[in-house]
């Protein structure tokens, strides 16, 4: 039997609103607090500002079954609640450093209303030593009798899949100092049945940064791995394939392309490498890792210029703009930033991509926008694929090859088969394998074929 928490969740972005529907669907009693009174007013109508595939149930089940609300007013909710889960924003400050500003005000709302005991539990992306400092503070502004422990719980949801990575996690990851706050908080997580990884705080908080860290340097590395390919002729898939089954090295995040995007691996390797510049340490990898990542967006410009001769008065349309599929995320998304080059090296674009739209008119000045890809690949000079969307592999391909000024594929995310594509009538240039060009599939199987029968 799972005790009821009373739990206040603080800020209802993106980790704070997954984890509010989670807690609450888990038979907790979750109020999720924001100041945007606005974005309020909507959610409590379970209209929900981000896209999440299967959050908009979520949320709208718990708010019936009324183990689930939200408000604006976080004094109430914190003196009511008996766990207080920190979910702000920690967005990257010009120098690097990470912005606390709004860890800081619920920190001071915290002191200014808390009047009895509880545990808070920070799931914002906080530099190492946040949850050290947060409680000697909380114990300098409150009476001796209300403590306040803060356990470090780092999240690891990706997007898109957010609530089934809420409820399968591979680890839960719990960082207290004081072990009964510790067990109360891995008490909360035993129904999902994963291993609980108890350890102090500084361990915790960097565990977070350790993992993105790492997971974009695997992405790094199969993305320095293709260049190589493509000098010798050989195939990254099956470089990356064969290097995966490997179980020290795993399958995963080893598909080369354009490189991470998203709200956290840009932020969070950039903050891993500030968090060592701060303690004199030099990064290394993490440095190149970084740098990898941005080359890999010029060297995709710099492919769709080789393939097309000067980009001057050419038209393209950029198939998929948001950082990676379902999600309408465009935070630091490749697309944006290799647009741009496009746009300012004379092409003109128009893009497709089903999940962005009206919204991001601003981020995507002087593009086309459609939500429909046969209509943007209209006249165009080429197609480039910047995200993997699924809706793209069904294209009907002999309109594609109409609708296209001439039959060329860029895909800079390796979602066809070269060949395939080939005996399709396109010339198909990816990352890290062999351009085919138009029916030379055919011409190879052809020699092959003369070659086997002698
Ligand atoms: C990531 C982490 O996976 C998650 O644990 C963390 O808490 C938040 O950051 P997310 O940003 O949602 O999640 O996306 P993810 O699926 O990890 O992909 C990140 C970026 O890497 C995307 O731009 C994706 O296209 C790129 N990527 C991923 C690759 O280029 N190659 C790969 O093999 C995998």
């Given at each position: ?8 969740v ?8 997954v ?22 007013a ?34 109430d ?9 920190i ?26 209303y ?11 992306t ?61 008490e ?25 860290a790492?997971l ?106 948001a ?68 809706s ?6 002999a ?56």
């Open positions: 039997m799972v005790k009821v928490q009373r739990i206040a603080i800020g209802t972005g993106y980790v704070g609103l984890s509010g529907a989670c807690l609450a669907e888990m038979g907790h009693q979750v109020v999720c607090v924001d100041r945007d009174e606005r974005r309020i909507r959610l409590l109508q379970a209209d929900i500002p981000i896209y999440e595939p299967g959050l908009r149930d979520l949320v709208a089940s718990n708010l019936h079954g009324h183990r689930l609300t939200f408000t604006s007013q976080i004094g909710a914190i003196r009511l609640s008996d766990i207080i889960v979910a702000v924003g920690t967005p990257t400050l010009e120098n690097g450093d990470v912005d606390m500003t709004q860890v800081n005000s619920v920190v001071a709302s915290i002191a200014a808390a009047i009895s005991s509880k545990t808070v539990v920070m799931k914002s906080v530099p190492v030593g946040t949850g050290r400092w947060l409680e000697e503070q909380l114990g300098l502004l409150l009476p001796s009798d209300i403590k306040i422990p803060v356990v470090s719980n780092p999240e690891f949801l990706r997007e898109g899949s957010a609530i089934h990575d809420t409820f399968h996690p591979d680890r839960v990851v719990i960082g207290a100092e004081y072990a009964q706050a510790g067990a109360e908080i891995a909360l997580h035993a129904p999902l049945g994963a291993e609980i990884l108890l350890t102090d705080r500084e361990s915790a908080e960097l565990i977070k940064y350790a993992s993105n790492f974009a340097a695997k992405i790094s590395f199969i993305n320095e791995m293709a260049h190589v390919c493509e000098k010798v002729g050989a195939n990254v898939g099956l470089v990356a394939k064969g290097m995966g089954l490997d179980r020290r090295i795993g399958p995963h995040f080893l598909n080369a392309g354009i490189g991470y995007g998203g709200s956290c691996f840009p932020k969070d390797t950039k903050a891993q490498l500030k968090i060592a510049q701060n303690v004199d340490y030099d990064f290394k990898i993490l440095r190149a890792v970084i740098e990898v990542n941005h080359r890999q967006r010029e060297r995709f410009v710099s492919k769709i210029e080789r393939t097309l001769g000067s980009l001057d008065g050419k038209h393209l349309a950029v198939m998929g703009l950082f990676k599929p379902n999600t309408d995320d465009l935070r630091d998304a490749p697309a944006l930033e290799i647009i741009a080059s496009l746009q300012n090296l004379g092409a003109s674009v128009s893009g497709y991509d089903p999940a962005v739209s009206a919204h991001a008119v601003q981020m995507l000045l002087g593009v086309n926008l459609f939500t429909d890809p046969y209509s943007a690949l209209r006249d165009a000079d080429a197609m480039v694929i910047a995200t993997e969307w699924d793209l592999r069904e294209l009907n391909w309109l594609v090859r109409s609708l296209l000024k001439q039959p060329i594929i860029i895909d800079g995310r390796n979602m066809f088969e070269p060949e395939e594509m080939g005996r399709l009538g396109f010339t198909y240039v990816s990352i890290g394998r062999k351009t085919c060009a138009r029916d030379m599939a055919a011409t190879s199987s052809y020699m092959t074929k003369k070659l086997f029968q002698g």
